[in-house]
């Protein structure tokens, strides 16, 4: 009778263990958001998020939505990523990248964006990213 007992709780061990990696571990993982620590600045009293694939596994953001006009926010962003990320910011055309494509992040980091500017005014239709100094 015990060694009966014995194999069904390691059966049920067993079943247990695999119900939990195959089932519950994707599931779990699906609903989380990703770990991200996205560059920070304040717009006017509003928190606006930036991020790239050096700094954060955006490949785990599926939404992207369309590119953004940078407008007036264009040099205070650049000069803050100049400053505190170490990287020079730049503009490329959209079919010849050459740097980290700089992306703005919604703030439940759950959707992204590429950030179109390039002319003094901040509008243009070039992408900002990041190269090495």
């Not at 015990?2 to 990696?21: D, K, N, P, Q, R």
């Not at 407008?71 to 010849?96: H, I, M, T, W």
């Not at 703030?107 to 390039?118: S, T, V």
């Amino acid at each position: 009778m015990s060694v009966v007992l014995g194999v069904a709780t390691l059966l049920g061990g067993i079943t247990a263990v695999w119900f939990i990696v195959e089932k519950v571990v994707p599931w779990v993982r699906g609903r989380l958001r990703p770990r991200l620590s996205p560059f920070i600045l304040d717009d006017g009293g509003t928190r606006r998020f930036f991020t790239w694939r050096g700094r954060d596994p955006i490949h785990l953001i599926n939404q992207e939505e369309m590119p953004r006009q940078l407008r007036g926010f264009s040099a205070p962003l650049c000069n803050a990523l100049r400053r505190d990320s170490g990287l020079e910011p730049q503009f490329n055309l959209p079919d010849g990248l050459r740097g980290e494509v700089v992306y703005e992040l919604s703030p439940d980091f759950r959707a992204k964006w590429r950030l179109l500017g390039g002319n003094s005014d901040g509008l243009g239709d070039q992408v900002l990213v990041v190269v090495p100094k």
